[in-house]
Every structure is written in C-alpha cells, then in structure tokens.
C-alpha cells in the first residue's frame, strides 16, 4: 500500500466522522420555568419528623417551618399534641401524634376578614 492510499483511507474516515458529528442530533437544555407559587401540602396524614418521636416544642417548630405562624400550645399532655395557628388569612386547630409527629386531625376554627 502506498502512503497516498493510506492519507486518502485516513481523510476519508476523518470527513465522515466530522459529518456524523454535525449532523447528530444536538440535546438542548430545556427552558428554565420560575415557580411563582410555591405552596406546601399539610393535611390530615402528613408525617412531619419521618415517623419518628417528637417533643411538644418540635411539633410547634415543625408547624412554622411548613408555613404556619403564631404557634401557639394549647395541649401537650397524653398522646396528641394540639396546636392552633394561623395560615395565610385562616385559623387552624392541628393535631398531632407524639409517637411519630404524624398530624391526625387539623380543621379550620376561624377565618381573618
């Protein structure tokens, strides 16, 4: 084999792989989309500490970090603690289980006008 037919073999090889390479498919990165409503579901059901014990100061703690304010104790002797707090313009009575910071009651006392 000559050098000439080994320099075309090579080019030959390079413009295909260069050809290949632009017409693949390029992967774009999608559009960035800001979330303006960030809202956190609690209900009835929401495990709070992972299944795990709580104190009656960590469940008013666990409260405000899911956006409720002026947490206030109302009793944390027995098995339920119970809380009432504010959330946006409306009141709640929550109830939540020592034994694994789950809430198992929570309805609306009042709302603000």
Not at 16 to 32: N, T
Not at 35 to 60: A, Y
Not at 97 to 111: A, K, Q, Y
């Amino acid at each position: 084999m000559s050098i000439v037919t080994i320099m075309r073999g090579s080019s030959l090889v390079s413009s295909v792989l260069a050809l290949a390479i632009v017409a693949s498919p390029v992967a774009l990165p999608r559009e960035a989309i800001a979330q303006t409503d960030i809202s956190i579901h609690i209900g009835i059901g929401s495990s709070l500490n992972r299944g795990r014990g709580i104190t009656c100061s960590q469940g008013e703690r666990l409260l405000r970090n899911r956006g409720f304010r002026d947490v206030r104790r109302v009793d944390c002797r027995g098995r339920f603690f119970i809380y009432r707090a504010w959330r946006g313009n409306t009141r709640f009575e929550i109830a939540i289980r020592r034994t694994d910071g789950r809430i198992v009651d929570m309805h609306r006392i009042s709302r603000r006008r």
